[in-house]
């Protein structure tokens, strides 16, 4: 397929997520090669590019509508999920608040390997040879980016910024807002 730079699938937005997303995807495929430290400091780097570039993205007109597809298996995404368990261990559960007054224990692994499968699903779409999948990828992207894998990505970095920097979360004690 010859590029027409013109194209808004092949916008410098779109290719710099697509960038990110690789990296991030590569980064977390290889997870048992990193030592602890090591993968959170590139991970702790790689999420707010991925976020900020992603929020950069405008829908595109789908030409084919029905050209789109997910590609990350349940194998795949349990796999994914449990490297990044065992990688956390101890670091892996974490507290989120969704709604005023409500707090909950989640998982840094799995907040984490959803943003995977959504980036994942979006690299792999977007690498079909036709211009609707790579619409389908774009549109599809921003959507699981403003309802899913945005706000998950948010909530591990500061997960994630605690266990590289465990003195910040002292200044979360619960004296600190009375």
């Given at each position: 397929?010859e590029?027409?730079?013109?194209e ?8 710099e997520?697509?960038t ?7 980064l977390i ?6 030592d602890?430290?090591?993968?959170l400091t590139v991970?702790?780097r ?7 570039k ?5 829908k595109?007109?789908?030409s084919?509508?029905d050209a789109?597809?997910?590609f990350?298996?349940?194998e795949?995404y ?6 990044l368990?065992?990688l956390?261990s101890t670091?892996d559960?974490?507290y ?5 007054d409500?707090?909950v224990k989640?998982?840094?692994?799995e907040?984490?390997?959803d943003?995977?499968?959504d980036?994942?699903?979006?690299i792999?779409?977007y690498q079909k040879?036709?211009i609707?999948?790579?619409?389908n990828?774009?549109n599809?992207c921003?959507?699981?980016f ?5 706000p998950k990505?948010?909530a ?6 605690i ?5 910040s979360?002292k ?5 600190s807002?009375?």
């Open positions: 397929m590029i027409d730079p013109n808004p699938v092949f916008n410098k937005n779109v290719l997520v697509l990110i997303g690789n990296e991030l995807c590569l495929d290889n997870s048992e090669k990193y602890k430290y090591d993968f991970l702790h790689l999420l707010p590019l991925l976020y900020l992603a929020s950069l993205l405008k595109v007109a789908a084919n509508p789109s597809e997910r990350v298996t349940e795949q349990e796999l994914t999920y449990q490297a368990k065992k956390f670091g559960l974490f989120v608040t969704p709604k005023k409500i707090t989640v998982s840094l692994a907040f984490l390997t943003v995977y499968q980036i994942k699903d979006f792999m779409l040879p036709s609707g999948a790579k619409e990828a774009i599809e921003i959507t699981l403003e309802k899913h894998w945005g990505l948010i591990a970095l500061q997960a994630l910024h266990l590289i920097y465990p003195v979360s200044i979360f004690d619960k004296e807002f009375e």
